[in-house]
């Protein structure tokens, strides 16, 4: 039980950093400004 829920939690976390990533360099591109933190 608590295996498969941090191989879940895993991929959750895998996905949303594989979709929010090029969203982010859409946003750089844009350009938002010099804000690099």
Do not use: C, H, N
Not at 12 to 19: D, E, K, M, Q, S
């Amino acid at each position: 039980m608590l295996a498969t829920m941090i191989i879940t939690l895993v991929v959750i976390v895998g996905v949303a950093v594989f979709l929010a990533a090029p969203a982010a360099r859409v946003k750089k591109a844009e350009g938002v400004g010099g804000e690099k933190r």
